[in-house]
Nanobody, 114 residues
Framework: QVQLVESGGGLVQAGGSLRLSCAAS????????MGWYRQAPGKQRELVAV??????NYADAVKGRFTISRDNAKNTVYLQMNSLKVEDTAVYYC?????????WGQGTQVTVSS
């Protein structure tokens, strides 16, 4: 079992930046993958970025603007979001996976105003 706690969401104007943090309850080095997903009102949850086995993948919509990183010493994964757009508005969820299952945080709201 892994507990994930997100923080860093908020309200920002278009073009601004936010950094989300996801603190895990145990050593993230042993996790198979960690990433960020988002869900906008009326839409399905979608992948934003994931890091797994040293590889990183981004959704096309965020490439060049968002950066995922991890600090194994702090058991924390980050999502740096730059050049935010109104369409980035969503609840952002941290996700982790290991052989035991898939785990989700409670989500943090990101609202981008025009």
């Amino acid at each position: 079992q892994v507990q994930l706690v997100e923080s860093g969401g908020g309200l920002v104007q278009a073009g601004g930046s936010l950094r989300l943090s996801c603190a895990a309850s145990r050593n993230i080095f042993v996790l198979n993958a960690m990433g960020w997903y988002r869900q906008a009102p009326g839409k399905q949850r979608e992948l934003v970025a994931v890091t797994s086995g040293g590889r990183i993948n981004y959704a096309d919509a965020v490439k060049g603007r968002f950066t995922i990183s991890r600090d194994n010493a702090k058991n924390t994964v980050y999502l740096q979001m730059n050049s935010l757009k109104v369409e980035d508005t969503a609840v952002y969820y941290c996700n982790a996976a290991d052989l035991g299952g898939v785990y989700w945080g409670q989500g943090t709201q990101v609202t981008v105003s025009s």
